[in-house]
């Protein structure tokens, strides 16, 4: 894991030709959280970058790294996978599945889906998923 207290510290070739390290740094601070993997540096970017490939359109970021401070002012769990290195996606509901099925096919285990905030949250932490209660 490498963690930088701003994007900007990053020295290190950016293999992802679709986004820009500020892209999925914190968004209060510019911390930013790769992680390591063999010879990649990030396999959440490899995922990513991969994703994006698979669906033929830009993936704009909501949300990438948290820092611990930024994580609590949004409200995010005290273990929340955005401590690392997790994003939310904007993503219309009708759209949701189709991206969903991709996002597993590029290798994200975590899938929130958020039809009522028109967003999906996609991680490689343990296998699992979710949907927004819907009032």
């Not at 790294?65 to 409200?75: A, T």
């Amino acid at each position: 894991m490498s963690v930088y207290s701003h994007y900007s510290e990053y020295k290190g070739e950016w293999l992802w030709k679709n986004f820009k390290p500020y892209e999925v740094a914190c968004k209060c601070c510019g911390e930013l959280w790769l992680d390591p993997a063999g010879t990649s540096p990030s396999i959440s970017m490899d995922a990513l970058q991969e994703l994006r490939e698979l669906w033929e359109r830009p993936i704009i970021i909501n949300s990438g790294h948290r820092c611990k401070k930024h994580n609590r002012k949004v409200g995010g769990t005290e273990n929340s996978q955005h401590l690392k290195i997790a994003f939310d996606i904007p993503c219309p509901p009708q759209e949701q599945a189709r991206f969903i099925n991709l996002a597993r096919e590029a290798g994200f285990t975590g899938v929130g889906r958020y039809p009522r905030r028109g967003f999906v949250h996609l991680d490689l932490g343990p296998t699992r998923e979710w949907m927004e209660k819907i009032k």
